[in-house]
């Protein structure tokens, strides 16, 4: 008894109080901005009974993860991927559907969603592979044990579908394996196999869109059908590959000794990227498709895909310094702002709180990520860095596609705002990824 008093004395005296204490700020100003996008229409009070439960949840995880060793995940890293997958799996067997996906588990008053979890489990076990594969790092072969994980998350969560949540999962791939010193070269393959398998659907979606944009120039008009035929692209792709090789081959007789290796690992990522572009295209939505294009001018599609960056441009501008008051934001308390509680959160922070609230938020979170870093290069050993790394990549990646989403930055992808956005899922998965960051941390001083 005396023992586990002296070890929770410890943990609070070196927990990490600039990291709980912003956590603590941006968590009070979710609620009151929750609280204030769902008075008027008589859903505050469910909105803040299930944000509390997750909540009250969320924090009891904290503090058994806070005080559990963070340094047994790496031995558990197995098991946790199997119990990833698991969930994952039986979400799709028995999770119920919300808004075409199937990725809840419905308990009658509140839902969880697994991928939330889910998300934070993959860092565990993606920062175990790396820590154990220290010295072939530098090896192609390094990285199959790797896509072979990432594999199996992102195929099960586009089956459901869900393409916002299955896009998180790359930047953090890529910072951890940035971090962990792989190749540069294989990581400007892994990009451009992500920009295939993206930009491909949306290149079909830009030339389906029948819209005066489109059939104002002659050249893109004639092109149109030929693009729609997949010879045509097979035959784009196969002069791209044989363009490589050509340069290889070119560069090679100037006595510049490329090693074959490179020009054949860039044509399988392009092949590869082709490939996956197949199931992103299953997993979009049509209106998400047009949602990802149309920021660029959301007057094409002004009452359709281009609404919500409308109305959230006019939520945040009106807004101006200082705010329109708490519950006088007319874009919200009329309605005109879509996902006002969830997606568009910043939007109603904006509106009603003004420049100052929302450089203030901004402020708080720079400060978590920040502190996020800092445990990330103060770690006591590479695995609790690239656990660090990689939940301070997956906040940073959240909240910069959110807030330039609402901002008419970035395309409208549906990716919550952590620690803000209502979601008792978000909220709890988040706080278990603090309580991992407050593990890592404390782990610098204790030794068990």
């Known amino acids: 008894m005396i023992k586990e008093k002296l070890l929770f004395q410890r943990i609070i005296s070196n927990i990490d109080g600039g990291l709980i204490f912003a956590v603590a700020v941006l968590l009070f100003i979710s609620f009151i901005t929750i609280y204030s996008a769902g008075v008027n229409y008589r859903t505050s009070f469910r909105y803040i009974s299930v944000q509390s439960i997750a909540l009250g949840i969320g924090f009891i995880a904290f503090i058994i993860l806070t005080s559990f060793n963070y340094q047994y995940y790496k031995h558990l890293y197995k098991f946790i991927y199997v119990l990833s997958v698991g969930l994952l799996i039986s979400v799709l067997i028995f999770g119920s559907v919300k808004r075409g996906t199937r990725g809840w588990f419905d308990f009658g008053f509140i839902s969880f969603q697994p991928v939330e979890i889910a998300k934070v489990m993959f860092i565990l076990v993606l920062a175990s592979i790396l820590d154990k594969k220290e010295k072939e790092i530098r090896k192609i072969s390094f990285l199959i044990p790797v896509f072979l994980t990432l594999a199996g998350h992102s195929l099960l969560i586009m089956m459901q579908p869900d393409f916002?949540?299955?896009?998180?999962?790359?930047?953090?791939?890529?910072?951890?394996?940035?971090?962990?010193?792989?190749?540069p070269f294989y990581l400007f393959c892994i990009i451009v196999s992500c920009f295939l398998a993206v930009g491909?659907?949306?290149?079909?979606?830009?030339?389906?869109?029948?819209?005066?944009?489109?059939?104002?120039?002659?050249?893109?008009?004639?092109?149109?059908?030929?693009?729609?035929?997949?010879?045509?692209g097979i035959y784009i792709i196969a002069s791209v590959l044989l363009f490589i090789m050509a340069c290889w081959r070119f560069l090679w007789r100037l006595r510049i000794r490329i090693p074959v290796i490179y020009p054949v690992i860039l044509c399988i990522s392009i092949l590869l990227g082709c490939a996956a572009a197949v199931p992103v295209e299953k997993s979009l939505k049509d209106y998400q498709r047009k949602r990802l294009l149309v920021f660029l001018n959301p007057k094409f599609d002004p009452r359709g895909s281009g609404y919500n960056i409308i109305q959230s441009k006019i939520a945040i501008g009106s807004g101006k310094l200082t705010g329109k008051g708490f519950r006088k934001g007319t874009q919200t308390q009329l309605g005109f702002l879509p996902e006002q509680h969830t997606d568009f959160i910043f939007s109603v922070i904006g509106e009603e709180g003004g420049w100052i609230t929302a450089q203030l938020t901004l402020l708080f979170y720079c400060f978590f990520i920040w502190r996020s870093l800092v445990i990330a290069r103060e770690a006591r050993d590479r695995y609790g860095s690239f656990i660090a790394t990689g939940l301070a990549a997956m906040f940073t990646f959240y909240a910069v596609i959110n807030i330039g989403m609402v901002m008419g930055m970035m395309p409208v992808t549906g990716m919550?705002?952590?620690?803000?956005?209502?979601?008792?899922?978000?909220?709890?998965?988040?706080?278990c990824a603090v309580g991992i960051l407050c593990s890592v941390n404390i782990r610098r001083y204790i030794y068990y």
């Open 164 to 183: 916002s949540s299955t896009l998180s999962y790359f930047p953090v791939t890529l910072a951890l394996l940035f971090i962990a010193g792989v190749e």
């Open 416 to 431: 919550p705002l952590l620690l803000l956005s209502y979601g008792g899922s978000s909220v709890f998965s988040s706080l």
């Open 200 to 232: 491909i659907p949306l290149a079909e979606t830009f030339f389906n869109m029948q819209t005066q944009f489109l059939q104002s120039g002659t050249c893109i008009t004639n092109f149109m059908p030929s693009f729609k035929n997949g010879l045509t």
